[in-house]
């Protein structure tokens, strides 16, 4: 359904494509996109460049001195439209010809950036109606970047313009290698519009999906609250309204928005195709936790997928959020595994870290400066997780505007950041192991299902003020991460027969074909693990009028005969002979479990339930369906999907806290990964008989790790 509509909006935008004196693009009459090329073709080892923030007469120097350090490419240009087009329909890419010029001259390729993310004051000005209007109601200003709207088809017309001239001027420019559109979608101060355009786009979207009002609001339940349309025009945005929106429409208006950024980004990436079809095409992004745009739809089209990663960033953020002094870095390492992993799944196989912290981060506050050691070890991290490429962020340092605080490898006084040598040795490293390791393969025996439906529906209605769903995926991720066994991040539509077991927390909106996806896959041998809320609403965020778990319940083995959210601590969960292990404590949630067919492995100890099932296996065709009704605390649940998993067959490797191992594959090759993210030495004992890749010693048995530690070793 989303590809068909939005297949039907692309055409609708040939208006646009028409204004902007462009030809009608072949995916507009088949309604795909073919990518240029499955994957760069050199190695992608460079930093983020900003010529139009640098005086030229140090550009010559700036190129000179990133050949000498090993850098193979830069990208340029994501935010220089003012001086691409100072004024409306005038161009000028003379300084950016200039710039690509020295570059090329010593051997830097570029990937250009599209300037969609930052329009000019001019544009601005003469241009009102593009400000995106926030989910208070609230307009947003220029002067910042991301203010604008996805829907609004001035922007996109003047986006498309700028972007068709710069594929115009650099098409065949030998310096030019690929391109990234736009920059960072959705990650604003407010990640999703609600302005008139994107109401009345939202009203086109929902007529296209719905086509009468009358299953419009049968699906949305609008005779709720009086809600009944009449008309298309009478759709709103969920804005604030004296009372929480209709969970239907909300869910709806999320999955909207998602489109609107996708399909602008496709807008672009049509022109890119036409005009420079030798070239790689992508956009970058982050990866989850984030959730407000839906990565697979973004990145459908794109020939690969690219994420920024700041872990320190990210580490200062969560301090900000949870006020707290001090996060610990084992968190912040799982989920930025989470991250790659995803970027890695998205579509099955190598992906680019766009964006890579190379000092101390920050805007009005600063990150933790990376200790010695660390920026090397993110960097290796990306690459055990699949990465094939990385670029700094950034060359050098501003030495003005909002981001004059985000380091580079280059000080404001120009001289070497702290982590300059790092990054060349790192660099040069990537180098030496070569281009059959970075394009290698990640195989996993266990995947996580992520659904941006649950998750959206679960921001909607939380049903407990403190659940998430995006947390709940991020622990059950970290409760298996120390099996070292590698884990996909799925979506859901994709193959499960190839995992011995796929872990789906919080499966709250479930869809038919899902549903029969999901039975196929344990009929078959699988070994699938959920737990509370299964199957409480369909695809359309209505409740199903079945017992829960609704449509898996034959599956499952068992009924919910009560959902019970948590509101005192006390309730435990005493666990059967087969996952013996202390009494857990239960968090947030209980859903009650009567069994049919299932095997309990789990009981309540206490109040009302005091006896009742809260954990079940049930052996469905050749595999075996968990239902975990417990929200079980951390270490009880790690150990549970721990022995689940390795019931399953899943291999686990024993290795220290702080330690992480994964695996590439190449045909011939295989490399596993060890990483040492604490700063103390470790000793790690590896799981065979290993060349060292970057020293050729022989490694066999226990090797020392320094703190911050990288080993690559390729299998003897
Ligand atoms: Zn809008």
């Known amino acids: 359904m989303k590809s068909l509509n939005r297949r039907v909006f692309l055409s609708s935008s040939l208006a646009v494509l028409g204004a902007a004196g462009i030809h009608l693009p072949l995916w507009a009459r088949t309604g795909a996109i073919s990518p240029a090329q499955s994957s760069p073709g050199q ?43 100072p004024s409306e329909g005038t161009f000028d890419f003379s300084w950016l010809h200039r710039s690509v010029d020295i570059l090329r001259k010593h051997k830097l390729a570029v990937i250009l950036g599209t300037p969609s993310a930052a329009p000019p004051p001019w544009l601005s000005q003469k241009y009102p109606e593009i400000f995106e209007v926030n989910e208070r109601g609230e307009k947003l200003h220029p002067g910042g970047r991301r203010f604008t709207c996805p829907t609004n088809q001035t922007y996109r017309q003047l986006s498309l313009a700028i972007a068709t001239e710069m594929a115009r001027a650099f098409a065949s420019d030998p310096g030019v290698i690929g391109w990234q559109i736009d920059n960072e979608y959705t990650l604003g101060s407010s990640g999703r519009c609600y302005c008139e355009y994107c109401q009345a786009g939202f009203q086109k979207w929902v007529r296209q999906k719905y086509h009468s009002l009358d299953e419009v609001n049968r699906t949305w339940g609008a005779a709720f609250w009086s809600q009944i349309y009449t008309d298309w025009s009478q759709i709103p945005v969920p804005l604030p309204s004296g009372a929480d929106p209709n969970p239907g429409l909300t869910l709806d208006y999320y999955r909207y928005q998602s489109y609107a950024n996708a399909s602008f980004n496709d807008e ?27 990565e697979r739809m973004l990145y459908a089209n794109l020939d690969f997928v690219s994420f920024d990663n700041y872990p320190g960033f ?40 766009m964006e890579e912290q190379s000092g101390k981060a920050g805007q009005t506050t600063f990150s933790p400066q990376p200790d010695k050691g660390q920026v090397r070890l993110w960097t290796y991290q990306a690459i055990a997780h699949g990465a094939m490429g990385v670029n700094y962020f950034r060359w050098d340092t501003a030495t003005f505007g909002t981001e004059e605080y985000w380091h580079g490898m280059l000080n404001h006084d120009r001289s070497k950041s702290p982590a300059f040598d790092e990054i060349k040795q790192t660099l040069n490293e990537l180098k030496s192991l070569g281009p059959e390791l970075l394009n290698s393969q990640y195989d996993s025996d266990a995947a996580l299902l992520f659904d941006y439906d649950c998750s959206w529906a679960v921001k909607i209605q939380p049903q407990h003020f403190a659940l998430s769903y995006t947390e709940q995926a991020a622990t059950w991720y970290g409760c298996m991460s120390p099996t070292h066994t590698g884990i996909d991040v799925i979506l859901p539509g994709m193959d499960l027969a190839k995992y011995k077991i796929v872990f789906a927390p919080v499966v709250y909106v479930l869809a038919k074909d899902q549903a029969e996806r999901i039975k196929s896959y344990v009929q078959g041998g699988g070994v699938f693990v959920t737990n509370f809320r299964l199957g409480a609403k369909n695809e359309v965020s209505q ?32 666990f059967a002979s087969a996952l013996a292990g202390d009494d857990a404590d239960v968090k947030l949630w209980a859903d009650i479990l009567q069994p049919q067919t299932a095997e309990v492995l789990g009981t309540y100890l206490s109040g009302d339930h005091a006896g009742e099932a809260a954990i079940t296996v049930n052996r469905f065709g050749k595999g075996k369906a968990v239902y975990i009704g417990a929200d079980l605390s951390v270490p009880s649940l790690a150990r549970v999907l721990m022995t689940f998993a390795a019931q399953a067959g899943v291999k686990r490797v024993e290795a220290p806290a702080g330690i992480e191992l994964t695996t590439r594959r190449s045909e011939k090759k295989s490399w596993t990964f060890v990483l040492n993210h604490t700063s103390s030495p470790q000793k790690v004992r590896v799981p065979g008989s290993y060349r060292d890749a970057l020293t050729q010693a022989a490694v066999t048995g226990t090797i020392d790790l320094e703190g911050y530690g990288v080993r690559v070793l390729q299998a003897a």
Request: hydrophobic share 45%.
């Open 43 to 85: 190695l992608l080892l460079g930093v983020d460049y900003y010529p139009d923030q640098t005086p030229e007469s140090l550009w010559e120097e700036d190129a000179q001195m990133m050949a000498e350090t090993g850098i193979t490419n830069v990208r340029i240009a994501e935010f220089a439209w003012a001086l691409m087009e």
């Open 268 to 294: 672009q990436l049509a022109v890119l195709r036409k005009l420079c079809p030798k070239h790689f095409v992508t956009t970058n992004n982050v990866g989850l936790p984030l959730d407000t745009i839906d």
């Open 314 to 353: 990210f580490k200062m953020y969560m301090q900000q959020q949870s006020k707290s002094a001090m996060v610990p870095w084992d968190g912040i390492t799982i989920a930025v595994a989470l991250g790659h992993d995803f970027g890695r799944s998205l579509k099955g196989k190598p992906f680019m870290i």
């Open 543 to 574: 409740i199903v009028r079945t017992p829960l778990p609704g449509l898996l319940r034959d599956m499952m083995g068992v009924t919910v005969s009560d959902y019970v959210p948590i509101y005192s601590p006390g309730q435990k969960v005493k």
